[in-house]
């Protein structure tokens, strides 16, 4: 059974480019997240979707950033115009409520890199 | 909003040696869980504990959750050098927004 997939794995730009991050869940799992991860701030969730709707997006850290979930099996994460600031590895989470919400079960990430 | 304290930040040991972390709230947890992420990786979901009290094992982990459900604990016996990564608790609030701490780096010399 496949897990979360994330892509890119990598992603380089410089700042003022438009970054698209993207997201399958894994089938069946109803709720969606988008985290982000750096020393500084540790790990903070920016949105959460359940059944394709957002649900919280108070962590969103300003307008530059958007989130979309179009479907239930794709999500994205957009960034624009990007800055070095947001600097980071993005990780996608699902979940099953009906199983067990809260054990999330996480992709692989996207580093990204801002210059 | 609900914050949980996690300690220590980081742990050096020799390998055999235990090593404990700590995950403290100033309220109430209605659960609480515990993930591993290895340098590089991405955290993975190690357990869920619910009930007071509750005790839980997996091999040479040990996790607890405290009696009045305000801290947990995850005990590793006799570490070895695949248990290096950065150990996570994590909880949901009533308005189910999961929080993570900010982790237990482990470092375990050969």
């Known amino acids: 059974d496949a897990g979360v997939i994330q892509s890119p794995r990598h992603e380089v730009t410089e700042m003022g480019q438009e970054v698209t991050l993207r997201c399958k869940p894994i089938?069946?799992?109803?709720?969606l997240f988008w985290y982000r991860q750096t020393m500084m701030r540790g790990l903070e969730l920016l949105i959460y979707?359940?059944?394709?709707?957002?649900?919280?997006d108070s962590g969103m850290p300003e307008d530059r950033f958007s989130a979309k979930m179009p479907n239930a099996s794709f999500s994205t994460l957009k960034i624009q115009p990007s800055e070095p600031r947001d600097s980071a590895v993005y990780f996608c989470?699902?979940?099953?409520?009906?199983?067990?919400?809260?054990?999330?079960?996480f992709g692989p990430g996207t580093r990204l890199t801002v210059l | 909003g609900q914050q949980v304290m996690q300690i220590p930040q980081y742990q050096h040991v020799q390998e055999g040696e235990d090593f404990t972390t700590y995950c403290n709230s100033s309220t109430t947890l209605s659960n609480i869980q515990w993930y591993k992420q290895r340098p590089g990786g991405h955290p993975v979901f190690l357990i869920q504990?619910?009930?007071?009290?509750e005790v839980k094992k997996q091999k040479r982990l040990t996790f607890q959750f405290g009696e009045a459900k305000k801290n947990s604990s995850l005990h590793i016996t006799a570490t070895q050098t695949t248990d290096v990564g950065t150990y996570f608790c994590s909880y949901s609030g009533g308005s189910y927004i999961p929080t993570f701490g900010r982790g237990t780096s482990l470092i375990v010399h050969p």
């Open positions: 989470a699902s979940s099953l409520s009906t199983r067990d919400p809260d054990t999330q079960y």
């Open positions: 089938s069946g799992h109803d709720y």
């Open positions: 979707f359940n059944n394709n709707v957002p649900i919280d």
């Open positions: 504990l619910v009930k007071s009290g």
